[in-house]
């Protein structure tokens, strides 16, 4: 009876709140309690509905149509469904809210998630180009922006940031990720989830972010989208889990798993990975949420029987909610039931999920993210303003001859060429949110605004690049063939004091699904390039692209080069501020561009193996082809000023493990322009017990410089940077020597070295 009466006692305030149709009040000290005392009065079934996210096909501002929504509409009511995706507007979420909370028995709020990649209703560069702007406060703002504008159409969540490190340019979803390097793709998680989660994620301005996917996903084989990874433990240790680790110490609020396989065990049901490293080891209490359909997919990696044998892996292995894979709903109640699954895992998930909806402040007012309000209070304008700055700092200038750029005041007529030339989509991206199709500023409308009036600017497509329907599901048709407009773009550019060239790739070309086998100039694009170089040799080649691209034709006779990937919203004015001079570009490559695909994977950090190089005869590591280095490496780019750095001074040539040492280089603006440079700080373990990267980029700053002037810049150099995942399967510094390198690129270095006792 004393018991009875102590679990009514703790049940009082949850269940008179139920009761009055209120809500729960929360706050963070007790949150532990209530999530504890709100799962002892869950059903089994209440329970599973927690672990499940259905997707939002149908409208549900009006009545559900169709079985299978009638159906999910009842689930709903009964507070049979954890959170919803892609239901978006503050009247839908609303609606989806209510049914929850006017109709369930315990009355849990719904998470609504969204895939807010880059940006959400404006759009800013797709992450791999914005990272190339190494300005970590720049991604923060961005990532603000995106919730704030989120938040204010009902969502409270984020599939981002995806912070799969990834190697090949062949796979269309490296233009999601931060590129080849852990350690920069580390400090862009932790920026991305400040800006997406902010101090206080009850604070209706800020949405819950998800590090995503966990794990490998960026490793699949040959590039190919889905597709199985084979790593080792130590790779997956030194370069594919840092940047989680950052992200779950950082307090990202969820996880999601990723569909591959991973060294024989789909992820998705690996318990090493999501119960021992994440949950266990990191000691991290959000929640991991499956890819879409991930638990059921394990049927055919040929893992689990059906759908009820997937649930059961899956929850075994630490996946807590099932994105519509319809797996936990069919078989976790009758798992648990049959004695198969413990309850206390489906506990564990259930609370895991409460706590975060605790967090988001879902407890106190369901329909604080449903707000009216929030949406007018928006200043659009405001934000492309942060869209045009953060786009100008992620181009980058490949190539500079002839001082073509940027662009004198002797030019008096420019031909703007080419199938990106006027585009207003592709800038956009392939995973464009809310982003309004055809909304971006084109490079012609960005050039056009910026001219004077005594200047000429005359445009000629030459072709087509994508053909037909460009939506995110279907293949992009590109076209091969039809070379209609090549005669009034070759008189165009006959005409033309300089002409600037806008190839690249669609929109559609990188993303998920878009692996590719080819990574050149698709289409008739390369044969324009050639016809256009052939009656004028001022060209500026501009890129619009999602992943590096094979140029070397382009990298030997092109003059100009400049990189800007899918900028987003302010695409055309970010390119014209960097053309004509107006910004000095800064911005360095986040990944190597290969010389040509077969050197894919292609990565800067990579091992000597034991025949690094003789080339006397072909018995080394090389091709017999093609060189074997990068045509433009990690870390590199250009200004239109010069930088030098001067030799390095370390503060000692020895360090004992308790201790730090300081590395200190002088750089010096040796041009007659203000830039900025991005000093890279590179470490080399010469020898250990497992063998190590020929060099790691380890810190990073930016720095500002007026022409003729010099700065000191310094690292820190702590034991903590040392560590690696060693032959003993722990992460620490091994004694021995070290090179310590600084530099404006990964192959332009300034080395000294240092032994750690
Ligand atoms: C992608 C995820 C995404 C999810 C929801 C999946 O296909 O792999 O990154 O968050 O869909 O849209």
Redesign the pocket.
Known sequence: MKKQLLLLACLFPILTATSQNTTIKSSIENVEKKVDSIVSIMTLEEKVGQMVQY?GTWDLTGPASGNQNQYREEQLKKGLVGSM??VLSVEATWEAQKLVMENSRIKIPLMF???V?HGYKTIFPVPLGETASWDLKAMEETARISALEAAADGVNWT??P?IDISRDARWG?IM?GSGEDPFLTSRVAEAKIRGYQGEDLSNPATIAA?A??FAG?GFAEAGRDYNTVHVGENELHNTILPPFKAAAAAGVATF?N??NDLDGTPATGSKMLQRDILKEDWDWDGFIVS????IAEMINHGFAEDLTHAAEIAVKAGSDMD??GGAYETGLVQLVNSGEVDEALIDDAVKRILRVKFKLGLFEDPYRYSNPQMAQQLNLKEHRAVARDVAKKSIVLLKNDKNLLPIASSVKNIAVIGPLADDKDTPIGNWRAQGEANSAVSILEGLKSAVGNNVKVTYAKGADLGMGERTFLKPLKINTTDKYGFKAAIDAAKKADLVILALGEDAFQSG?GRSQVEIGLAGVQQELMHEIYKVNKNVVLVLQNGRPLEISWAAENIPAIVVAWQLGTESGNAIADVLFGRYNPSAKLPVSFPRAVGQEPLYYNQKNTGRPSNPSDVTYSAYTDEEKTALYPFGYGLSYTTFEYGDLTLSSEEMNPQESLTVTVPVTNTGKKAGKEVVQLYLRDMVASTTRPVKELKGFELVELQPGETKQVSFTISNELLKFYNVNKEWAAEPGEFQVMIGGNSIDLKTESFRLN
């Open positions: 997707s995706l892609n998630g969204y895939d990649i599939f981002a995806m979803r999601e998800t995503k996917h996903y999601m990723s569909f890819d879409w359909g991930s994105m519509e998920e």
